[in-house]
């Protein structure tokens, strides 16, 4: 991508980072929830966090 600062750079991988931890976090809770409810809103919130990473890798490609 043309034009973007190295500060963008830093700023982009720690958001990447950071959904990857929530990634990782929520499938754990994910698969430690007994109530079906409960573990479908930590698998959505899983997902979400897996797609919005990979829109944010397509920043650096």
Known sequence: ME????????NLRH???GYDT?????ES???AATDPQI?????KSAQS???TK???LQFIR
């Open 3 to 10: 034009g973007i600062s190295v500060l963008d750079l830093q």
């Open 15 to 17: 958001l990447i980072g």
């Open 54 to 56: 990979q829109q944010l």
């Open 49 to 51: 966090a897996m797609q």
């Open 39 to 43: 573990k479908q809103f930590f698998q």
């Open 29 to 31: 809770y994910a698969q």
């Open 22 to 26: 929530t990634h990782c976090k929520m």
